[in-house]
């Protein structure tokens, strides 16, 4: 009786002091899981008219997209299907600055422009993220508070556990009559509503605790028997520079090469080396909407010849369990690697797990302030 009493008091302080971190997260959770979905109904602008001749060179299309934005940094480009417009990315982190320029792969027509910190959706990340507060600050809270959360969510589990066995069904189901008050109506919410949801929140809080905490992410990998560096890291050339005659460079050869090697992929996403020294590196998404199973591909700026990679981020076909394990890491966490089913279900414990902070003071304030005969 008195550890469970301990236990009560660890639940109750630190549910009181995460609440609303744990239910804004978790609500924004909710709104973020169908973006794709929602967004691909409003997306046309990114689809074209295919073509009889070949697209734009990287080169090209980079030199083009500079001229709407010349003061800020290319991240990469994206290159997809015959019918697809070329997303150019830019990025700066300091003055945060992330927009796309989508020109048509055939003409270099500027078809638009998105601004990805405004919108809806942008706001939900922030609250998601940050609680849209100063980055800095933000992400700190976030993090310590899901940390916090899966302390609360192991703790609930213990005081779940009924005394007596014959109390056991009443924690697995709602029993209300007519007569039942609404402090054991809400009693029921937060237990049995929370016990039925406490693996999957358990595995979305930890899941994006990784997101937040790199030694979190270390301590999965290698306790998963990891054993390669899990981190990203763009290796340099392998190769000199040399002179080039040519006004076509080797990474205008790069695209069409790997459409051609890898027909069925999903897109491909350059990214242009930062310095004479540094390789090229291209993401090349297999399936739409699912990140873990993308191949990380470097290749020398100069020769072409690709570059292995001592960390996870590879081929997928070359990653063990444990680099598996941590690529899907993302996926999981919002459920994209389950298919539309798997959203379902992070939408509805997303919903829920906001809930229980709302039904946690509602318990905790009828006790603390219940009426006395």
């Not at 405004?118 to 310590?144: C, D, N, T, Y």
């Not at 809400?186 to 016990?195: A, C, K, Q, R, Y």
Request: proline content about 3%.
């Amino acid at each position: 009786m008195k550890y469970r009493k301990t236990i009560l008091s660890i639940h109750k302080i630190l549910g009181l002091v995460t609440g609303v971190v744990v239910f804004i997260v978790s609500i924004t959770g909710c709104c973020w899981a169908f973006r794709s979905e929602i967004e691909s109904t409003y997306n046309q602008y990114k689809k074209v008219e295919p073509q009889n001749k070949a697209i734009l060179t990287p080169t090209e299309v980079k030199t083009i997209a500079k001229e709407i934005f010349p003061n800020n940094t290319v991240h990469g480009t994206v290159f997809k299907k015959a019918d697809d417009a070329i997303e150019v990315i830019f990025y700066d982190a300091k003055p945060e600055f992330y927009q796309s320029v989508f020109l048509n792969p055939y003409s270099g027509e500027v078809i638009q422009t998105d601004n990805h910190l405004s919108g809806f959706f942008a706001f939900i990340l922030k609250g998601h993220m940050r609680l849209w507060l100063p980055k800095e600050i933000g992400e700190q809270v976030v993090g310590a508070s899901i940390l916090t959360f899966i302390l609360i969510i192991i703790s609930g589990f213990v005081l779940w556990i009924p005394k007596k066995r014959k109390t056991l069904k009443q924690r697995l189901k709602f029993d209300w009559k007519s007569t039942t008050k609404w402090k054991r109506k809400n009693f029921d919410l937060h237990t049995v509503v929370g016990f039925y949801a406490c693996t999957f929140a358990l595995v979305a809080a930890f899941t994006g605790a990784t997101i937040s905490y790199n030694w979190l992410k270390y301590v999965v990998y290698v306790s998963s028997g990891g054993d390669k560096v899990p981190a990203f890291i763009i290796p340099e050339n392998t190769s000199e520079k040399t002179a080039v005659d040519s006004k076509t460079l080797p990474i205008d050869y790069l695209i069409v090469k790997l459409q051609t090697e890898s027909p069925k992929a999903n897109s491909f996403e350059l990214h242009y080396p930062e310095t004479e020294d540094s390789s090229i590196y291209v993401e090349v998404s297999n399936s739409e909407g699912l990140y873990y199973n993308s191949d990380y591909r470097f290749f020398d700026q100069n020769t072409l010849e690709e570059i292995e990679t001592e960390t996870i981020f590879g081929k997928y076909k070359d990653a063990k369990f444990a680099d598996k394990l941590i690529r899907m890491n993302y996926d999981i966490h919002i459920g994209a690697i389950g298919g539309i089913a798997g959203k379902i279900i992070a939408f509805l414990i997303s919903l829920i797990t906001a809930s229980l902070p709302v039904t946690g003071v509602l318990l905790w304030y009828g006790r603390k302030y219940k009426k006395k005969h």
